[in-house]
């Protein structure tokens, strides 16, 4: 150390800091040899890769076509199920299926129950039909006899004229 003036307190925190810079440098280098050996690991992973893309490359190109009909075995295993699973399956498709029959079923009756509420209704026997007509033959509307009467009166004498 050279030779300054310095307070005992001084030389202390000099005397820790020149002890600290080795201790600091030897982090950085360890630093530095933790990212040449990853960057190393990372190439050669990376070559590894080059190599299976182009070894897939090269199967894929020899290889015949796959056509949609062949399915490959591994999907097969994942898509298999259970018989159980096809029973509750089964079941619950059965379930929902009554219920929209249901629903559709109670829809209808509403439906047909308003139809019914608000047509008139229709007589049910031949003879309540009878008295029905013959009722509405004897209280004809004023106003369209009086219409009938009027277009009868007009093709009359159109046709009178005519001649």
Known sequence: MDEV?????CRKYLEEAEAEEPS????????????????????EERQREIKRMEKAMESSLNSSPITEATV?????????VSPEE?????????????KLL???KQEREKLLQKYEESSSS?????????????????NPDPNVQAFRNSLAARLKAEVIDMK
């Open 86 to 98: 096809i029973r509750r399956r089964q079941e619950y498709l059965r379930q929902q299926r009554e």
């Open 5 to 9: 003036n310095v307070c005992c307190g």
């Open 24 to 43: 600091v440098a030897e982090e950085q280098s360890e630093q530095k040899e933790i990212i040449q050996a990853t960057k190393a690991q990372l190439e």
């Open 102 to 104: 249901a629903l559709k």
């Open 72 to 80: 490959p075995l591994e999907i097969t295993k994942m898509t298999e």
């Open 122 to 138: 229709r007589p049910k026997s031949a003879r309540a039909a009878q008295r029905a007509v013959q009722e509405e033959r004897a």
